[in-house]
Antibody, heavy 120, light 110 residues
Framework: EVQLVQSGAEVKKPGESLKISCRASGYSFPSYWVAWVRQMPGKGLEWMGSIYPGDSETRYSPSFQGQVIISVDRSTYTAHLQLSSLKASDTATYYC?????????????WGQGTLVIVSS | DIQMAQSPSSLSASVGDRVTITCQASQDITNFLNWYQQKPGKAPKLLIYDASNLETGVPPRFSGDGSGTDFTLTISSLQPEDVATYYCQQYNNIPPGGVTFGQGTRLDIK
């Protein structure tokens, strides 16, 4: 069974950094792209970027380029999303997703989401 | 960047109604268009991929159509469990690649 399990909710202060994890199981992690999607409270879905675990090739949305870092640890089948210099506007739920054979950007399997709250 | 104009932003319909949601791309995206359903507090769920292919396990009352710039998601007979927000998503495989979501359509029961 394909599963993406994300790390738990976080409460951070402005200026702090954060690394969210997404652990994959049930499929060949190195072979398929993993995407990160942001959803701010009450708002829509925003693609942040995607990574190919096999060689760590990464593609970022222009809106998030330079603002976040997406990485993988192939030994643990885990993708990471790193946010730094957090602001209140980073408060959101962050999802990881993969499409497997359906395509690089099709998101057929999703993590449960990680809620990040940034507040002083 | 390719923009996606999704309409309506909200919709109220009766059980059994036929419901259609549209998405228009700012340029030709051939059939690189997916549809997702999101229920409150849950992760999105893929319904339709590549404009018209029904994802495994999705009820056949859901269908997708279109190519180029104009796309539709249709629910042939609305059920109470279909209350959700629906998003279209375009993708571009040509490097550097990219994804854009529509703004979402909130669907509820009248």
């Amino acid at each position: 069974e394909v599963q993406l399990v994300q790390s738990g909710a976080e409460v951070k202060k402005p200026g702090e950094s954060l690394k969210i994890s997404c652990r994959a199981s049930g499929y060949s992690f190195p072979s398929y792209w993993v995407a990160w999607v942001r959803q701010m409270p009450g708002k829509g879905l925003e693609w942040m970027g995607s990574i190919y675990p096999g060689d760590s090739e990464t593609r970022y949305s222009p809106s998030f380029q330079g603002q976040v870092i997406i990485s993988v640890d192939r030994s643990t089948y885990t993708a990471h999303l790193q946010l730094s210099s957090l602001k209140a506007s980073d408060t959101a739920t962050y999802y990881c997703a993969t499409g497997l054979w359906l395509g690089d950007y099709t998101m057929a399997y999703w993590g449960q989401g990680t809620l990040v709250i940034v507040s002083s | 960047d390719i923009q996606m104009a999704q309409s309506p932003s909200s919709l109220s319909a009766s059980v059994g109604d036929r419901v259609t949601i549209t998405c228009q791309a700012s340029q030709d995206i051939t059939n690189f268009l997916n549809w997702y359903q999101q229920k409150p507090g849950k992760a999105p769920k893929l319904l339709i991929y590549d404009a018209s292919n029904l994802e495994t396990g999705v009820p056949p009352r859901f269908s997708g159509d279109g190519s180029g710039t104009d796309f539709t998601l249709t629910i042939s007979s609305l059920q109470p469990e279909d209350v959700a927000t629906y998003y279209c998503q375009q993708y571009n495989n040509i490097p550097p690649g990219g994804v854009t979501f529509g703004q979402g359509t909130r669907l509820d029961i009248k």
